[in-house]
C-alpha cells in the first residue's frame, strides 16, 4: 500500500464546474498536509495547507481534512482551463526520522474543457 | 511572499564537467531545504535534505560524492553535481521549508543537459 494515494486521473471536468480531489493517507501520525499544483515542465506550486480537521477556503480552493478516516481532499469550485495540470497531494511525515520531508501521492491530473 | 528562486534555470554541460546550481529563499529563512529531481512524466525524486549549518542527508541510492550540497546560511543552499554524465540530465528542483512555519516552497527548478 502506498502511503499517500490519489486518483492519477485524468479528471475531466466542465469549464465552470467543481473538481473535487481525493487523497488517502496510511501514516496516522501525520499533522500537516499540502496541496501542491504542478504544470506540465514546471516546478510544484504550493496552493494550499491544511493542519486541523475540517474545511480550509482560500479564494476558489477548500481543501477538507479527516484525520479519523485519513483522507484529505481539494475542490476546485468554478474550474478555469488554466487550473488544468496535475494536483499533488503531500502530508509531512511523523517522528523525528522523517525529518520535515514530503511525502507526495501520484498527483491527480485535470482537465478543465471550455 | 514565500519565493523560492533557483539559478540558473537551464544549463547544458559537457559530460566529465561540473554543474553547481543555487537554491535561495528570497523573503523568509530556511532552515531546511530539500533537492529534488524529476525526470519527464515521472513523479518528484527527493535526493537529500540539507539542514543550515549541518551536513546533507542522502536518500538511498543517491551518491553523496556526486551530489555535493552545502547549506551555508540560513537563505542559500546549493547542489553540485560532479563528473556530469549524460544520465545526470534532468530537472532539479528545490524547496525550502519556512523555519517559522510548516509549508515547503518549491524553486522554479533547473534543466541539467549533459552533453
Known amino acids: 500500500q502506498k502511503e499517500v494515494e490519489q486518483n492519477s486521473g485524468p479528471l475531466s471536468v466542465p469549464e465552470g464546474a467543481i473538481a473535487s480531489l481525493n487523497c488517502t493517507y496510511s501514516?496516522?501520525?501525520?499533522?500537516?498536509f499540502f496541496w501542491y499544483r504542478q504544470y506540465s515542465g514546471k516546478s510544484p506550486e504550493l496552493i494550499m495547507s491544511?493542519?486541523?480537521?475540517g474545511d480550509k477556503e482560500d479564494g476558489r480552493f477548500t481543501a477538507q481534512l479527516n484525520k479519523a478516516s485519513q483522507y484529505v481532499s481539494l475542490l476546485i469550485r468554478d474550474s478555469q482551463p488554466s487550473d488544468s495540470a496535475t494536483y499533488l497531494c503531500?502530508?509531512?511525515?511523523?517522528?523525528?526520522?522523517?525529518?520535515?520531508?514530503?511525502?507526495f501521492g501520484g498527483g491527480t491530473r485535470v482537465l478543465v474543457k471550455p | 511572499g514565500a519565493v523560492v528562486s533557483q539559478h540558473p534555470s537551464w544549463v547544458i554541460c559537457k559530460s566529465g564537467t561540473s554543474v553547481k546550481i543555487e537554491c535561495r529563499s528570497l523573503?523568509?529563512?530556511?532552515?531546511?531545504m530539500f533537492w529534488y529531481r524529476q525526470f519527464p512524466k515521472q513523479s518528484l525524486m527527493l535526493m537529500a535534505t540539507?539542514?543550515?549549518?549541518?551536513?546533507?542527508?542522502?536518500e538511498q541510492g543517491v551518491e553523496k560524492d556526486k551530489f555535493l550540497i552545502n547549506h551555508a546560511s540560513l537563505t542559500l543552499s546549493t547542489l553540485t553535481v560532479t563528473s556530469a554524465h549524460p544520465e545526470d540530465s534532468s530537472f532539479y528542483i528545490c524547496?525550502?521549508?519556512?523555519?517559522?512555519?510548516?509549508?515547503?516552497?518549491f524553486g522554479p527548478g533547473t534543466r541539467l543537459t549533459v552533453t
Open positions: 524547496s525550502a521549508r519556512n523555519r517559522l512555519a510548516y509549508e515547503q516552497y
Open positions: 523573503d523568509f529563512q530556511a532552515t531546511t
Open positions: 501514516d496516522r501520525g501525520s499533522q500537516s
Open positions: 503531500a502530508l509531512e511525515g511523523s517522528g523525528i526520522a522523517a525529518g520535515n520531508k514530503l511525502t
Open positions: 540539507s539542514n543550515e549549518g549541518s551536513k546533507a542527508t542522502y
Open positions: 491544511i493542519y486541523s480537521n
